[in-house]
């Protein structure tokens, strides 16, 4: 099967690459729309099952459609399975500091604080959720933050929003035990701490874009988080994509590529 075109062709540079921590995968990329701004922010998290193959080049594209469309984007690179320290606990931490290093970027760069909406792809997917809720965690728990960035939404584009679902599906051959470092069963405070389904209601917007024929994070992964979201009280919106797979919601290409831009538009 052939690789699609995003993650084969390199994408347009962004403006500039900003580290934020003094670790090699601690940076993002930011682009600015024409204007003077201050410009609404997608903070873009990649996907790839954590793992330390995957990197944020393939989002680019998508990033530089974003951009075209008045869009600032900041998207996060970060720790994975496979580098020092990735997973459990580097991966969170890094997307979190990624994130609350807006408020550093403000200070030098037009960007409307008031106007930032988080999104991620697959594994990215569950990493905005996490980062919209992570304000739920409490003081003395692994992760917890004093004050972290709160988005005004967030967007899951076929996220692993449910990592305990995730487990017993066998998602990327068993990646989130390597991810969490153990399953439910053995470390089950790590799953209720970095899971978005654990930590419902997460009490900020979401919108969980999801392909109907997507074989790689099944779209029942979205439907069940979706309805329990639902019930507990949170704003969300399941958008299902007939006849779509796993890659057509990060291509800018892809007929499907304007729901996922009126999702971002429907939480700003």
Excluded at 131 to 157: C, D, H, I, M, N
Excluded at 161 to 179: N, P, Q, T
Aim: overall charge neutral.
């Amino acid at each position: 099967m052939s690789q699609p075109w995003m993650l084969e062709t390199p994408a347009p540079q962004a403006d500039t690459r900003i580290p934020y921590g003094e670790l090699t995968h601690q940076f993002g990329d930011l682009r600015l729309p024409r204007g003077e701004g201050p410009h609404p922010v997608v903070v873009m998290v990649h996907g790839g099952f954590w793992r330390a193959r995957y990197d944020l080049e393939h989002v680019g594209h998508l990033c530089e459609d974003l951009r075209r469309r008045g869009y600032a984007t900041w998207s996060l690179e970060y720790r994975r399975v496979g580098h020092p320290d990735g997973g459990w606990t580097g991966t969170f931490e890094d997307v979190a500091r990624g994130t609350d290093y807006l408020r550093t970027l403000a200070m030098r760069y037009p960007l409307n604080l008031e106007r930032v909406v988080v999104m991620g792809h697959s594994a990215g997917g569950h990493l905005a959720l996490w980062l919209a809720g992570r304000g739920r965690l409490k003081p003395g728990q692994p992760l917890y933050t004093e004050k972290p960035f709160e988005p005004r939404g967030a967007v899951s584009l076929a996220g692993v929003v449910d990592l305990e679902r995730a487990f017993e599906l066998r998602l990327g051959d068993g990646i989130v035990e390597s991810l969490l470092g153990g399953t439910p069963a053995r470390v089950p405070e790590r799953y209720k701490i970095a899971s978005p389904a654990a930590l419902l209601p997460l009490g900020v917007k979401q919108v969980l874009v999801h392909g109907a024929e997507d074989t790689i994070v099944p779209l029942l992964v979205s439907t069940e988080y979706h309805a329990r979201a639902t019930k507990l009280g949170d704003n969300v919106k399941l958008v299902s994509l007939p006849g779509a797979a796993h890659f057509e919601v990060i291509d800018p290409r892809a007929k499907e590529w304007p729901r996922v831009v009126e999702a971002i538009a429907s939480l700003l």
